[in-house]
């Protein structure tokens, strides 16, 4: 198989299992709200399904993305800062497995047990960091002309979703959270699909991806 097609196949079956398993373990568990419950609440520990959630919803999420990620690595058209912000997306899988390994106490309070503390840690580091990262993709090259409305877009993007973050924490929108936070998910899958169809291959071309390769590989990673 092509890498451009594994990487999109990564990335549609990454997307399919995401929605599958929100459905899914919104259904079974007792109490849910895909409007106010955050989605670690799936596992939270004590609950119904709270292990079967973990292991078998965020933890293969999290290598899905993982697994997307390494594999677009040596075809994304990113350079400079916007490999940075490439790089930082790797906070998301963290994430996901940080849910799984540091599951939140019972409706995600702001305190709680040792496992909640590591949890907001995790959650507050990952979607800065998650921000930071739509930001810093701005800065691809080729965002010029026509394509420069994804300069906007991903700007745009990273301060909606700081933005989201900061709503889903306040007390008088609790009845909201699992929607805000839905809505962050959308944002990060938006900038997962333009990664997967507009910067893989590059814009210029095939043959100019193998003349960088090239380059890339006589200066041993300089100019990155």
Known sequence: MERTTLVRSLLVATLAFWVGFYAVGGSIKPGYSHLSSYVSELNATGTAWATTLGFAGFLPLALLLA???????????????????????????????????????????????????????????????????????????????RAGIWRHL?????????????????????????????GADVLLAMVLVFLAWQRIPKPRGRAHLRIDRSMAASSRGGGN
Not at 89 to 115: E, K, T
């Open 67 to 145: 697994a997307f990620l390494l594999a677009a690595a040596p075809l994304v058209y990113v350079r400079g800062t916007s490999r940075v912000g490439y790089l930082l997306l790797w906070s998301q899988p963290i994430a996901f497995l940080g849910v799984v390994f540091a599951p939140c106490d019972p409706g995600c309070p702001a305190v709680g047990s040792p496992s909640q503390a590591l949890h907001n840690f995790i959650g507050l580091v990952t979607y800065f960091a998650a921000g930071l990262a739509f930001v810093l993709l701005s800065f691809a090259p080729g965002l010029t002309g």
């Open 154 to 182: 991903l700007r745009a993007a990273g301060v909606v979703w700081i933005a989201l973050f900061l709503f889903m924490l306040q007390p008088q929108l609790e009845d909201w959270r699992g929607l805000l936070q839905r």
